[in-house]
């Protein structure tokens, strides 16, 4: 598949090819008068097989630093995590680490989120999987197999972390979705968690997660189960600096 090569000021949208089977090259070929039998189509429910140049198109370039993400039938492909974003995950990761290795769970940024019923997928910027969870694919796993996926907003993303991906998350399973929001005015930390379960790509009108949880920067937000701890929100992100007090 022709692509140009992405840069990092934008977002690059591309069609996925759809996957074909050759003929067999024995097959009779069908009389006009011979009923011809239509190709079995795909339960709407069905998991998608990613085609292998898509799949290995969108390997290469997570390993390039760029995100690529399907969305809708399309390839999307955007920058890496900022400094702070990664500063973020990286504190995040250590107030996590101690329950993570006592429960044997992993930490993965790497891992896509397979949103069904296409061939769509979401990479978070950091997952905490369980030791044998669930994978579709080589670069994807199913979202009910999914711990926490979590998101650092930044302001070309906002939108995106807040309306879709809550939306994409939902639809797949994943029982908890944390956002943290150093963009927000003050900064907060978001948990998701309870799923609908009847959501369709479209239902942005409706609440996808039926609990929602918000704390400022200072607060203390829980996690429930099967993590059970408590998370200073303080600790994720930056001291304020004050400006300095004008000489007199």
């Known amino acids: 598949m022709a692509l ?13 090819p759809q996957k074909q089977d050759d003929p067999a090259p024995d097959d009779p070929v069908l009389g006009e008068d011979e009923p011809q039998q239509e190709a079995r189509k795909p339960e709407p429910d069905e998991p998608q097989a990613l085609p292998d140049e898509v799949l290995h198109l969108c390997m290469r370039l997570n ?13 999307v492909v955007s920058p890496w995590m900022s400094e ?8 995040l990761t250590k107030l996590l680490l101690p329950l993570i290795t006592a429960k044997g769970w992993r ?9 069904p019923p296409m061939l769509d997928h979401r990479l978070p910027d950091l997952l905490v999987l369980p030791m044998k969870a669930e994978r579709l694919d080589r670069m994807r796993v199913h979202g009910h197999s999914v711990l926490l996926a ?10 995106i972390d807040w309306k879709e991906k809550p939306l994409d998350y939902a639809r797949a ?3 908890l979705y944390l956002i943290v929001d150093p963009v927000a005015s003050p900064r907060r930390v ?8 009847d959501l369709q790509p479209f239902d942005y009108d409706r609440l996808p997660y039926r609990q929602i949880v918000t704390v400022e920067e200072g607060g203390v937000l829980e996690l429930p189960e099967p993590f059970g701890m408590k998370i200073e929100t303080s600790a994720l992100f930056d001291p304020v600096v004050s400006p300095p007090e004008p000489a007199e």
């Open 4 to 16: 140009t090569k992405p840069t990092k000021r934008g977002r690059r949208d591309h069609r996925v």
């Open 63 to 75: 390993d390039a630093g760029y995100r690529a993400e399907i969305r809708r039938g399309q390839v």
């Open 84 to 91: 702070e974003s990664n500063e973020i995950v990286y504190r």
């Open 107 to 115: 930490f993965f940024c790497n891992w896509a989120v397979h949103i």
């Open 150 to 159: 979590v998101e650092v907003c930044s302001p070309g993303n906002h939108e």
């Open 173 to 175: 399973g994943v029982p």
């Open 190 to 197: 978001t948990l998701m968690s309870d799923p609908l379960s």
